[in-house]
């Protein structure tokens, strides 16, 4: 049995307790609106009932009901307290809003990082290659007039990750681009590269250096260095629930393409990407590659100055790959200046007309995609499948390391072998000649001899390539 003293006590701890839990809930704005709604409405009902007469005021006085003439009172229950914490909330979130717009504390966080940090060494820092010295050398020794008047300029850019275990996931990019240029950007997993397009888009601080963006500083005007960039980031950024025709409207108005031009620029893009028939569609029924188009379509429409492109044709059919490099193509014509990282050497060889190399955030070589087979791949490729058993192929791999001495065999695989012919001074006509007196002699079904695809060239920087952890210093 519970005395009534004991009710009375625990009456009174549920009352402090539900006075505390009252105050503590000043912090959240529904509870405050609801409180201040539930309030008001009970207030108005027994302010009516207990003022209406003086038997109800005497039922009132007996039943303990409190109320308040005044309904803003902080008293219970007025409502003064609610709105009040509501004002304070409304105020703090404002300024809230503006640090975060404003990246105030970012701007704050990258003066420290550049004022009182110096960037960690780099891990691997051989010689430097001498067209990416030559470039940095170009771009820090370029009046500042030049560097705006350039699509983009990046000076000494630098991103270091992690605030006790640094990680330079960018080290020191210095490059120029210029009107009408598709600069490739490659480089192994975990190189840089979509950090270096996240830094020039302001999606990440920068810790050193700084870029021209068609003249705008990344660092002191990143919104007027925004506005003239198109980006098509590695994973689509789409809002779902809009269509395709929509979402390419809205772009365009937000670049600011006038209202009578926005249809057909609209309907180009879209015929232009093979779109069409998922234009009225909602983004969220689009498969993987047509997301990706429209990815695409955004960075491109309304032509920017200056547009990134992260892996834009990763998951599109051969025929929607094509009509992207064309529109590319046709973009980079009109003079805009196109910067895309893919892992496809085809896309590079076709739509680059400079790439450079990225290992471990720092550039390994630069150049046009046949400047750099001829410096990096010298020599020839051959590929040759040999009919009969593994004698033949065995004396068929001593003839081609007799004739061709100092070539490498790359594989083998099921009586296909893949070698580098490292001989420079060869012509085409003797590698054929020789090749085809071996055809007869060792019955190959077939062989073929190329020059050095961008790709080897690509891999024989993958020895550069460190894990993260090597890299921290
Ligand atoms: N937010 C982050 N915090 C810490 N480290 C990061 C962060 N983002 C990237 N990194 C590291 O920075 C390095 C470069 O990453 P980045 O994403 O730029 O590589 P990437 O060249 O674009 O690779 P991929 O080809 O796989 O897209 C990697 O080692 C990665 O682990």
């Given amino acids: ?4 003293r004991e009710r009375f006590q625990s ?110 060494e780099s891990p691997v820092s051989p010689p430097e290659d001498r067209d990416v010295a030559d470039e940095r050398k170009k771009v820090l020794e370029s009046p500042v007039e030049q560097s705006l008047s350039s699509p983009l300029v990046i000076k000494e850019l630098s991103k270091v990750y992690g605030r006790r275990d640094f990680l330079l996931a960018v080290d020191r990019m210095s490059l120029a681009i210029s009107r009408g240029e598709c600069f490739g950007l490659l480089g192994f997993n975990g190189a840089g590269k979509t950090t270096t397009f996240r830094m020039l888009t302001g999606d990440e601080t920068v810790s050193s250096g700084d870029a021209y963006i068609d003249g705008h500083s990344i660092l002191h005007s990143m919104k007027k260095a925004q506005q003239r960039i198109g980006y098509c980031p590695q994973f689509d950024p789409l809002l779902e629930h809009m269509t395709g025709r929509e979402t390419l409207c809205l772009y365009a108005r937000l670049r600011g393409v006038p209202e009578t031009y926005i249809t057909s620029c609209v309907e180009n893009m879209l015929r232009g990407l093979l779109l069409e028939a998922y234009a009225n569609k909602l983004v969220r029924t689009y498969s993987g590659g047509n997301k990706r188009k429209l990815s695409a379509g955004i960075a491109l429409i309304g032509g920017p100055p200056v547009i990134f492109m992260d892996e834009p044709s990763t998951g ?66 051959l590929l040759a499948k040999t009919s009969r058993g593994e004698d033949d192929l065995k004396a068929f791999k001593e003839f081609v390391e007799a004739v061709f001495p100092g070539s490498l065999l790359k594989h083998e695989h099921q009586g296909m072998v893949h070698y580098h012919i490292t001989n420079q001074k060869l012509s085409w006509a003797q590698v054929f000649g020789i090749l085809e007196k071996a055809k007869e002699k060792f019955d190959l079904e077939d062989y073929c001899v190329s020059q050095i695809t961008l790709e080897q060239v690509f891999l024989g920087f993958s020895h550069f390539q460190q894990p993260p952890d090597v890299g921290l210093v």
């Fill in 1 to 4: 049995m519970i005395s009534g």
């Fill in 11 to 120: 009456t009174l701890g549920l009352v402090d307790l539900s006075q505390t839990l009252d105050l503590v809930f000043l912090v959240l704005p529904n509870y405050c609106l609801g409180r201040a709604f539930s309030n008001f409405y009970q207030n108005y009902h027994f302010l009516q009932f207990c003022t209406s007469s003086i038997p109800t005021e005497f039922i009132c006085k007996v039943l303990n009901i409190s109320y308040q003439t005044n309904y803003y009172s902080f008293s219970q229950p007025g409502v003064g307290r609610y709105l009040t914490s509501l004002t304070v909330q409304g105020l703090t979130f404002l300024c809230l809003l503006f640090i975060i717009e404003s990246r105030i504390l970012c701007q704050l966080w990258q003066f420290r990082r550049r004022y009182w940090s110096a960037l960690p």
């Fill in 316 to 381: 599109m059919d051969p025929v929607a790959r094509r009509l992207l490099w064309d529109a590319v193509t046709r973009t980079r014509e009109s003079g805009k200046a196109v910067i895309i990282t893919s892992h496809s050497m085809e896309e590079c060889e076709a739509l680059c007309t400079r790439l450079a190399i990225m290992v471990n955030g720092q550039l390994k070589c630069l150049g046009s995609p046949q400047h750099l087979k001829s410096k990096f791949g010298s020599g020839y490729t």
